[in-house]
């Protein structure tokens, strides 16, 4: 993320200021802030999840409410130790996250975000009627911290314990947001089709974000009691729930940095806007509200990425020489171990075997019985006009819309009803026709997508940094493969900014990343120049030479029949002919269909 290095910058003035700030302020500004470190603790779990993973959620103050009071119950009634509570809390939290997750995460589009605001209203209720937490009325009397003998009690002191927690957990979510794991919850936002391809599990990617946000606002929950020293529903109910989105979403939801500015901006907002409002209006009532209501809309309509943005906008950093990621693999230090290479199969062996494939959309035939093999080290061409039913196809091999009926078999094992990342896993990798990049990720990134399988590193390690070594592999094999694409160049732009004809030289890089048996390149050579298709046809052949198989889309007829080893047509989904180029290139119904059309 490019954030994330820039925000770089920021962080030693910003620490050097956190560190004097309590010394200098005025108590009345030492709790504003604290406040404010306790609601960005939460709004930055909504970053994570709403704006990088591009899952909506109102009802993240449920969760702070689930941390306080586990810790206010458990330190009152039974007198368990507040440092103990803390991990208890988290429990509970994590419990109820995944189970609620499990749940409302298969929801989609707006039923996701009604899910939330519906348990968002029964913990609330279920915290204001449960007896034992005391009703309307909370729980009073939890105990303070302690570290070692001292209590910490004052604002002040607290104050240090909170912006420590933020910075950590901020710190935290970057690491973990410019990792493997990373980048495939970065996908989750518009990319999960693409990301099952290259193995991602996605659902598991939302059910872990979604439980991290959940402890996220659970720990905010637990300073909040021992800071307070008295817990009641009224904080963890949905209108708070909402106020932590905003924060989100007016600080720049998709930034690290912004939970801060967003949590701020609103708490300082909203203090001034209880102050003044009822003077203006000469009436008291919760006027701030509706300022809150109609800045939102503001928001939404004139600055969707937030206020983080216009920061670094107006201060920008000392530049960089360049993004963040690609230095793990340009770095001299990590071990530059090379990648385990997936042991291919006997060239000339049967890879894939499509037997009696057929694709129906309502009434629609768009893949007819259709039956061919793949031999590894063999370019098996497809072609046919245009909704013959050639990209179909490719999506029921691959498992990205399975087939209505037949059979798919690769290397051995039936294929046609596992998810695309389990096909994924076992060597098959492809491109889209309608290109599937990241486009505000770097290529290198993208690339390295398509490496996920390779590694291994998991959510805790990247958020400690634990992975910068098998980080440098996968980039190292990513930028390899770009390289051999031919866009070294183009390594470290964003991928948006690529020509269409290269972007689809990203969509191979990522697929090679895989380490693939069998590629399915769908129109690889579509906007490319004649030098840039020579380029690519040598690459095919080296890949063949390798002994990967490959099926290959495209309507460039030169291009085809000077690489294809066999040829099958299709027409209106259905098989028309097979055979080796020669023979297609005679066939009179091929000519009379396909070719001669073309011509
Ligand atoms: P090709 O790649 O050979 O140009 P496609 O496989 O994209 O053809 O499409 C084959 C036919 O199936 C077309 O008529 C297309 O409109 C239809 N089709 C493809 N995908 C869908 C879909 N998701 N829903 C309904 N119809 C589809
Ligand atoms: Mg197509």
């Known amino acids: 993320m490019k954030d994330s290095t820039r925000a770089a910058a920021y962080l030693l003035p910003f620490v050097a200021a956190l560190a004097v700030a309590p010394l200098l302020l005025p108590e009345f500004y030492v709790t504003l802030l604290n406040y404010i470190g306790l609601y960005a603790i939460v709004a930055l779990g909504l970053v994570m999840l709403t704006g990088v993973g591009g899952l909506t959620s109102f009802g993240q103050a449920a969760f702070v409410g689930l941390g306080a009071y586990t810790s206010a119950y458990l330190t009152t009634v039974h007198g368990l130790s507040p440092w103990l509570t803390l991990p208890a809390g988290l429990l509970v939290t994590a419990v109820v996250a995944v189970s609620l997750g499990l749940v409302t995460l298969r929801l989609s589009g707006h039923f996701l975000p009604l899910g939330t605001i519906a348990w968002g209203i029964s913990l609330y209720y279920l915290f204001g009627n449960l007896e034992v937490l005391g009703g309307h009325t909370g729980i009073s009397g939890i105990p303070p911290l302690q570290i070692l003998d001292r209590e910490i009690k004052s604002g002040r002191e607290f104050f240090y314990l909170i912006w420590a927690v933020l910075l950590v957990v901020v710190l935290g979510t970057r690491n973990l947001l410019d990792s493997r794991e990373g980048r495939a919850i970065r996908a989750l936002r518009g990319g999960s089709l693409m990301a099952e391809a290259m193995g991602v599990d996605t659902p598991r990617a939302k059910i872990v974000i979604f439980t991290v946000a959940a402890l996220y606002a659970s720990v905010s929950g637990w300073l909040y009691a021992h800071l307070q020293r008295f817990v009641n529903p009224t904080p963890f109910s949905l209108t708070q729930g909402i106020e932590y989105l905003f924060m989100a979403v007016v600080g720049g939801v998709a930034h690290v940095w912004g939970a801060i500015v967003g949590a701020g901006l609103i708490t300082i907002l909203k203090q001034w806007l209880q102050d003044w409002l009822p003077i203006v209006l000469g009436q008291s009532g919760n006027f701030e509200v509706i300022v809150f209501g109609l800045l939102m809309i503001f928001v939404l309509h004139r600055a969707r990425d937030g206020v983080w943005p216009i920061v670094t906008r107006l201060f920008p950093p000392p530049a960089r020489r360049r993004s963040a990621p690609t230095s793990v693999a340009e770095t001299e230090s990590p071990p530059r171990l090379p990648l385990a290479r997936r042991p291919r199969p006997e060239s000339g062996s ?160 990522r697929a090679l990343a895989a380490d693939p048996c069998l590629l399915l390149l769908d129109e690889p050579a579509a906007g490319l120049r004649y030098l840039e298709k020579q380029a690519l046809a040598d690459l095919l052949r080296r890949l063949r030479a390798e002994g990967i198989g490959i099926l290959l889309v495209e309507h460039d007829m030169d291009f085809v029949m000077g690489l294809a080893d066999r040829v099958l047509v299709m027409e209106f989904g259905r098989q028309l002919a097979t055979g080796l180029p020669a023979e297609i290139q005679r066939n009179p119904a091929v000519v009379e269909a396909y070719l001669g059309g073309v011509e």
């Open 350 to 509: 049967l890879l894939l075997e499509v037997t009696r494939a057929s694709k129906r959309f309502g009434g629609l035939v768009a893949n007819d019985n259709v039956s061919f093999t793949v031999r590894a080290g063999e370019v098996m061409a497809l072609i046919g006009p245009n909704g013959a039913g050639k990209s179909t196809m490719f999506n029921g091999i691959s498992g990205v819309d399975p087939l209505t009926s037949g059979g798919v078999s690769f290397r051995g094992q039936r294929v046609e009803s596992l998810p695309a990342r389990d096909i994924a896993r076992l060597g098959m990798s492809r491109t889209f026709q309608h290109v599937r990049l990241l486009t505000g990720m770097s290529v290198i990134e993208n690339v390295a997508i398509g490496a996920h399988l390779r590694g291994e590193k998991g959510f805790l390690a990247a958020a400690c940094r634990a992975d910068r070594a098998e980080e440098a592999r996968l980039f190292d094999e990513a930028a390899w493969q770009i390289e051999r694409c031919g866009l070294a160049e183009q390594m470290h732009d964003a991928a948006g900014s690529l020509p269409l004809g290269k972007q689809r030289l990203v969509e191979i890089a």
